[in-house]
């Protein structure tokens, strides 16, 4: 029964905590204690559920594969409905327990923990990638919060702005735009999407965008209208959409029937395959940030994440979105920032920190193509510089399996663009 307990605590989904391993008669120096909290019932749900199974499953496959030099990550993964309350009491509980790591969620926990994490030492792996957490030290010029112990698993939402601004920018080139290009931010009246509002703003004025007033809205199909009615007025060129992809959503289908024709971008969370589904032709032409490889690229690192998937779809059924990736990813960095560890000291919070500025353009073993290069510095958690640009097609009726649409050309994902953002000292943080 011990040998196939960590699969129970790792698959195990409770409204607020799994039955602990050690019940199974293991002693504690046979398990690697890390809390993993996912969002599967609650307003991020639509993409918490891709990315929390992607930990699960990668979580299995680590322990599949000897664990951590003969140790199993005993993961106990946390559905937080991505409540900051319950997110920060399940933490005070690891802490208390003797976590060496957390896998996190969104802004909610990592937010609400983000305090207690510099003297707990607990390294926390984050899928909230606002700017400021990226500046361990507090020495750059946007919020002033020391987070030594984040590590933000993909590129801030401000660089994820830049770099569409960059692309926009050589598109409107292309399209040989005579007149300057018009610019407007759009997103919820709530920090998420407010935190690359500044950066996208002042960098495409930089790019030599006239940016307009900022337009806000939610799934609410009030302002959806407002918002959509708002946009067609301005006749802004591209459109920067802040928000998540249930917001997104809605707002795609209004401003078509508005008839909308401003080319829209969006954010890392604010469109993937299942919107492409759901919102179908409204969904056509989105352009996007892209923080792993799809699901049908012809990658060497697939071998791995098809064999990762297997641990929950043995017969390989399911079409698995980008954030699913993702999550993948976050996981397999943080099994070789432990390995490096045990070889270095043991496994425990400093030196799994240490662990994660020891290589530079640092993919995941056997996941080449699959993961984004990470380089993490000690006073500069900008780990992923390099930012691909995608486009989603969307020539038809959706109503088919994603598996379906895609093999038969329906659903399309294009790279369209790649930059490296630099690191700029004064970038540090916002």
Not at 334 to 340: G, H, L, N, R
């Amino acid at each position: 029964m011990i040998a196939d307990a960590w699969r129970h605590r790792s698959i195990g989904i409770a409204p607020l905590a799994v039955a602990g391993l050690l019940g199974f008669g293991a002693t504690a120096e046979e398990y690697i204690l890390v809390g993993s909290l996912v969002d599967f019932t609650g307003r991020t749900a639509v993409v918490g559920k891709s990315y929390g199974q992607g930990k699960v499953d990668a979580a299995n496959w680590i322990n599949e594969h000897g664990g951590i030099n003969g140790r199993f990550l005993d993961v106990d993964t946390v559905d937080n409905s991505y409540g900051a309350e319950r997110s920060l009491e399940t933490y005070r509980k690891w802490a208390r327990q003797g976590a060496v790591a957390i896998q996190g969620w969104g802004k909610a926990d990592t937010e609400a923990t983000l305090r207690y994490l510099g003297s707990d030492e607990i390294p926390y792996f984050s899928a909230s990638y606002a700017a400021h957490l990226t500046n361990p030290m507090g020495l750059g010029r946007g919020e002033k919060v020391t987070s030594p112990y984040v590590f933000p698993m993909g590129p801030s939402y401000s660089d994820g702005a830049r770099a569409l601004i960059s692309w926009a920018a050589k598109d409107w080139q292309s399209r040989n735009g005579e007149r300057m290009p018009k610019y407007v931010h759009m997103g919820g009246d709530d920090v998420y999407s407010k935190a690359p509002q500044k950066a996208g703003e002042l960098y495409a004025v930089d790019k030599g965008f006239d940016v307009l007033r900022a337009i806000t809205y939610s799934e609410n199909p009030n302002e959806v209208g407002v918002a959509c009615s708002r946009l067609k007025e301005s006749n802004a060129d591209y459109a920067f959409l802040a928000n998540t992809s249930a917001p997104n959503l809605a707002l795609l289908r209004g401003c078509l029937a508005a008839g909308v024709t401003t080319q829209f971008m969006t954010n890392i969370w604010g469109y993937d395959e299942n919107v492409m589904k759901a919102a179908g032709i409204a969904a056509d032409g989105v352009v996007w940030v892209m923080g792993a490889a799809t699901w049908r690229e012809d990658v060497p690192g697939m071998k791995i994440l098809r064999e990762v998937s297997r641990m929950s779809d043995p017969q390989d059924k399911a079409y698995r979105t980008v954030h699913y990736v993702r999550g993948v990813c976050a996981m397999l960095f943080m099994k070789e920032a432990m390995e490096w560890a045990d070889a270095n000291g043991g496994v425990n919070g400093p030196n799994i920190r240490r662990a994660m500025y020891q290589r530079r353009e640092w993919v995941p073993q056997g996941l080449e193509g699959v993961c984004l290069p990470g380089t993490w510095e000690g006073t500069d958690h900008r780990g992923f510089a390099r930012v691909r640009v995608y486009r989603g097609h969307v020539g038809g009726p959706t109503q088919d399996s994603l598996y379906d649409l895609f093999d038969g050309g329906t659903l399309k994902m294009e790279k369209l663009y790649e930059v490296d953002i630099p690191r700029r000292p004064d970038w540090l943080g916002w």
